[in-house]
Structure formats: structure tokens, C-alpha cells
């Protein structure tokens, strides 16, 4: 499935293609691609063409828009590491043709899909950003046109010749998140997304403003690099109160297995009951890698604070600090599948790839922003 993408070149009213001034937009499905059955209300996917009629205010922003659509549409549900390696793909076949991107895509899994792109896009200096809407492009109160419009413009921004967000991030109801630290957060409204452990990136208003201190810049000495190998045996085990030894150990012992992610309580806290630590003891033996990521939206893992956290630690759980679960489970899919190796996959869990982790002295900097 997925075979076919369906190519459009829409080049809106500018010079021939003016330097610094083309941004390829990718339409994976999505709300925003949607439209209102006049008869039943419900809503289906519109012919990708016709998005550009609602955007006419695309002639006027002085920026090259040109588009790939897969076909068909992708419901976000439906999005699986397949879709992240052909968005990777293409991105890095068109990377020199273009000054930024901008991917269409349905909110439920998009912080997923702008992690996943962030680890296998490396070295990446230009524009990724991902937007999408609560509500389709043709309804009236819709916030797709503002989305959109202003997704691209960040995409194709320069400054000094280069691009001012050298990033794979999310754009929402007026504010530009880095990717790999959001979440979606609300269902309904339309300010979907947060990032609750690192602050906005930029501001839209009369005027975008861009927080460039908080801005990830790529080694100027290295080249964009494509890593596209997934392994997808992970699993996420939340903890809860009264959770049963038989829940535990179904999911530690399933075969195949290579990764959990334990969320846990608070700082990193779980039950001390002595079977509990032993299940975790024997799934680190058989080289599990197990980390610790906190159910709270804001805040990190502090491992050893209290007795309970200490126990997870002797039993070999790894510390997440602050990461996000979307983050968390698409860089150990990314590590594994580069890495053969348990102990480097290890070692690069506790290092911060492309900004999806405060490090020590960083949580202690960016502490009064939360």
C-alpha cells in the first residue's frame, strides 16, 4: 500500500524560482485534507488539487509552493514506521531543491511522526515542519488556512542565507514547537500541541518571532545524512496502582522483545513489591532495555530520589529524563535499528541526538521557563 504518490507543482505568482524561495509541501492526509459531506456531515478526503483553491492568499506570500500527495490519503492512525522512512526519503531526495518543507498530517500521531523524522533526518539544516488542523480546510472557522500559510512561510525563512529553523518541528495555533519534545494535548481545541519541558521556538502574531537561543543548529562541518532503519520491538508499559504481576511479565516476557519504556509515577517512582523488581532484574539479564519515563507532562526522571526509584535503577532501568513518550519510543526504534550493539544503544539513550533531552545542567537552565 502507499505505492503511488501523486505529484503537483503549483507555482504561485513569483519570479521563475527566486533563491531561497521554494518550499516542498507533503500531503500525507489528515483532517486538513478533508472536506464536509453536504448530506451526512461526515468527512472524507478531498482531491489534494483542490486544497490550493482555498489558499489563494498563496499568491501573494512570494514563495514557490510546490506539492506531493500520497495516494491514497493517510488516516494519521494508520501512520506506521513505513510512512516515516518514505516522508524521510523523500525529503532527503529533494533536499538540495528546496529551502524548507512543510508535511500535511493528521494530529493524532504527528509528534510521532516529527520525532521519528527528527533522529533520520541528521545533520539537518533546513525546515521540516509539520502542521495539520482540528478542523477541515473549507469549513468556515477552520485553523488549516493560518496553519498552513504560516507552516510555510517559517519552512522558507532565512536569515543571512540561512534557514532561521534548522529543524523538524510542529507548528500549531500560532506556535512553533521542536518536534521530538511535543505532545498532543487537547482534542478539541485548537491549540492541540505542547511542549511542556522546552519552550516555543517561535511566536506568530503581526510578526514571527523566533527564539534563536532555543533553536538547534547542525554542525556547520557535516552534511545532511539519511537513517532510515527501524526495529520496532518496543513496547510502553504504564504502571498503575494494583497493576498484577501476570500484566507485568506479559508484556516483559513477550518474544522478540528488545525495549520498554516504564511509566512510572512522579520522578520515577514504582511499586517496591519484591516480584516487581525481580521481573525487571530478569528482563535486563536477557539484554531488555528498560527506561524510565515519567507519567507527568512536565518535569524529568530523577532516579534515586526516593527508595522506590532507586530500586528500578539497581534492577538496570535506564533513566528518560525529560523526554516525551512519542520521543522516547521512535529513538529507541531509530537506535536499534542502527545499532547492534545493546550497550551503544545504551549509551546513546542517555545522549541528546538533535534536542529531545535537557541534559543536567540544561533542565537547571530551562527550570523557570516550565
Not at 485534507?33 to 489534494?48: C, K, Y
Not at 495539520?132 to 488556512?145: C, E, F, I, N, T
Not at 532510515?228 to 497493576?243: E, H, Y
Not at 529531545?356 to 545542567?361: C, N, V, Y
Amino acid at each position: 500500500m502507499y505505492l503511488f504518490l501523486i505529484v503537483y507543482f503549483c507555482v504561485h505568482k513569483t519570479t521563475a524560482v527566486e533563491k531561497h524561495n521554494a518550499v516542498l509541501l507533503l500531503c500525507t492526509g489528515g483532517t486538513i485534507s478533508m472536506s464536509e459531506d453536504p448530506v451526512t456531515g461526515a468527512l472524507r478526503p478531498v482531491n489534494f488539487e483542490k486544497i490550493f483553491d482555498y489558499l489563494p492568499e498563496l499568491n501573494k506570500i512570494g514563495i514557490r509552493t510546490d506539492s506531493i500527495a500520497f495516494d491514497p490519503l493517510i488516516d494519521s492512525s494508520d501512520v506506521d514506521p513505513s510512512i516515516w522512512s518514505k516522508l524521510a526519503h523523500i525529503i532527503y531526495d529533494h533536499y538540495h531543491q528546496y529551502d524548507g518543507f512543510v508535511v500535511l498530517h493528521g494530529t493524532d500521531t504527528m509528534a510521532y511522526s516529527a520525532s521519528a523524522l527528527s533522529f533520520m533526518l541528521n545533520n539537518l539544516s533546513k525546515a521540516v515542519i509539520f502542521t495539520g488542523s482540528q478542523l477541515p480546510l473549507g469549513v468556515l472557522r477552520s485553523d488549516a488556512r493560518e496553519n498552513l500559510l504560516t507552516a510555510i512561510e517559517i519552512a522558507a525563512a532565512r536569515e543571512n542565507g540561512r534557514p532561521i529553523v534548522p529543524e523538524v518541528c510542529i507548528f500549531f495555533e500560532d506556535t512553533l514547537l521542536r518536534g521530538n519534545r511535543t505532545t498532543k494535548q487537547n482534542a478539541e481545541h485548537f491549540n492541540a500541541f505542547c511542549s511542556h519541558n522546552y519552550p516555543p521556538l517561535a511566536k506568530a502574531g503581526v510578526h514571527i518571532r523566533y527564539a534563536k537561543k532555543f533553536i538547534h543548529y547542525p554542525d556547520p562541518q557535516s552534511s545532511l545524512s539519511l537513517r532510515t532503519r527501524i526495529d520496532q520491538q518496543v513496547a510502553v508499559l504504564k504502571i498503575f496502582p494494583g497493576i498484577s504481576e501476570k500484566t507485568v511479565r506479559a508484556i516483559l516476557e513477550m518474544p522478540g522483545l528488545k525495549a520498554v519504556v516504564l511509566e512510572t509515577f512522579g520522578s520515577g517512582n514504582a511499586p517496591r513489591q519484591e516480584w516487581f523488581r525481580k521481573a525487571l532484574s530478569e528482563a535486563n539479564d536477557k539484554g531488555i532495555i528498560l527506561v524510565n519515563k515519567t507519567q507527568c507532562a512536565v518535569g524529568s526522571v530523577e532516579m534515586g530520589r526516593y527508595e522506590t526509584s532507586l530500586d528500578l535503577l539497581n534492577a538496570g532501568v535506564l533513566s528518560g529524563m525529560d523526554i516525551t513518550t512519542e520521543a522516547i519510543v521512535t529513538k529507541l526504534m531509530y537506535l536499534m535499528g542502527e545499532h547492534s550493539s545493546t550497550e551503544e544503544v545504551k549509551k546513546l539513550l542517555q545522549t541528546n541526538l538533535c534536542g529531545e533531552i535537557s541534559l543536567e545542567d540544561e533542565q537547571a537552565y530551562l527550570e523557570p521557563l516550565r
